[in-house]
């Protein structure tokens, strides 16, 4: 069974960083896109960030360039989104998933999702 498990939301003020970690268990780690989604309130799930399975190739959604940076490490089955100089509206849900591709920004080709964490940035 495959588990996706994250950590790290918390409270932070406007300017903060926060680190997400995902843990991956149950399937092979080494060959498949990870990427970040967030929901905030009332919003659809929106595409954050994703990375290949080597690491090679990184993406972001639009808002986030420049203050986020998704990495992995394959050896730990853990990828992170590392978040810097957040905003209020970045104030989310934020989960992490995994696809059976090796590198994907699609939102439906990713069929395993985590329970998600909370992260709020107060104004």
């Known amino acids: 069974q495959v588990q996706l498990t994250e950590s790290g939301g918390r409270l932070v003020q406007t300017g903060g960083s926060l680190r997400l970690s995902c843990t991956v268990s149950?399937?092979?780690?080494?060959?498949?896109?990870m990427g970040w989604f967030r929901q905030a309130p009332g919003k659809e799930r929106e595409f954050v960030a994703t990375i290949s399975w080597d690491g090679s190739i990184t993406t972001y959604t639009d808002s986030v360039k420049g203050r986020f940076i998704i990495a992995r490490d394959n050896a730990k089955n853990t990828v992170y989104l590392q978040m810097n100089n957040l905003r209020p509206e970045d104030t989310a849900v934020y989960y992490c998933a995994a696809s059976e591709r090796a590198y994907s920004i699609k939102t439906d080709q990713y069929g395993y999702w985590g329970q998600g964490t909370q992260v709020t940035v107060s104004s």
């Open positions: 149950g399937r092979t780690f080494d060959n498949i896109a």
